[in-house]
């Protein structure tokens, strides 16, 4: 199966080549952005949509929204997932929790914007839940095609692939649900697409949002499929048996750490901004 035409291609942006070909859409590059080394996306086939930064503040999508105090937490988060990346290798991430309700989505997504503001990284960020797809719905927008419609309706992966109008971020979610998810993920035809994602642009981190680990079989399923696992626990909420029950059943070479969701001490005790 030839994939090599479905995703946005990638290129580092000279000044003057910002705007030089009328097929794509024109990149506006602030001056400190301006410089060798900022890797760009040029997005011919995706399709573009408008974010409402409303709704990204209502749904907790802090790594949009200036002087949000959440943002430094996952500045941090990026830079100890670079270097554990860069020193071990490694692209792709699956982020997932124990039960329904911690946050894994919300992570993930903040964690795609996060990665995107970087200079020498592009976002892939992917709705692996087969059975709820809840990215487009809490970025606010609206997708009828998904990972199933490639996968059972054989859909060109093209179709699926979403620009939200955020500079080197590209987002699949949407379109069809199914029962049977956990066949699905594990299926050659996803294998295939996988590893073409993890293996066609090395500057390119990929993030999957797959279901919680105590919630079926999903998790365990696709855990082989990607480099590295993000477990998100809700604070004071999520019981340390069920973390350890969910920790067990993952490969643990592939467990990068632990993200505390909803924890507010930190954010009282630090309350400052920057200016």
Not at 149 to 176: A, Q
Not at 181 to 194: D, I, K
């Amino acid at each position: 199966m030839n994939l090599k035409n479905y995703f946005p291609r990638t290129k580092k942006v000279e000044p003057r080549e910002a705007n030089a070909s009328k097929n794509f859409m024109p990149l506006i590059m602030p001056a400190d952005k301006e410089k060798i080394g900022w890797v760009s996306p040029v997005y011919s086939k995706s399709r573009a949509i408008k974010l409402d930064p409303d709704t990204l503040a209502k749904n907790r999508l802090v790594a949009m929204i200036p002087n949000s105090p959440e943002i430094d937490f996952y500045k941090v988060l990026r830079t100890r997932i670079l270097r554990r990346t860069v020193d071990q290798g490694g692209h792709s991430l699956m982020i997932t929790s124990a039960l329904p309700g911690e946050g894994k989505t919300v992570t993930a997504i903040n964690l795609a914007l996060t990665f995107a503001k970087e200079y020498e990284q592009t976002v892939l960020l992917v709705d692996g839940d087969l059975r709820m797809q809840r990215i487009h719905e809490l970025m606010g927008y609206e997708s009828d095609k998904g990972l199933l419609d490639y996968l059972i309706d054989d859909c060109p992966v093209s179709d699926l692939i979403v620009w939200p109008g955020i500079e080197k971020l590209s987002v699949i979610s949407g379109g069809r649900t199914i029962n049977e998810s956990s066949e699905s993920l594990t299926s050659p035809r996803m294998r295939e697409l996988v590893a073409d994602m993890k293996s066609r642009y090395p500057e390119r981190y990929i993030f999957f949002d797959v279901p919680p680990v105590l919630a079926g079989a999903d998790a365990m399923a696709f855990a082989p499929l990607v480099d590295w696992i993000i477990f998100v626990v809700h604070a004071g909420q999520t019981s340390m048996q069920d973390v350890n029950r969910a920790l067990q059943v993952l490969p643990q070479e592939k467990i990068l750490g632990l993200v505390l969701n909803r924890q507010t001490t930190q954010l009282k005790a630090y309350p400052y901004r920057y200016g």
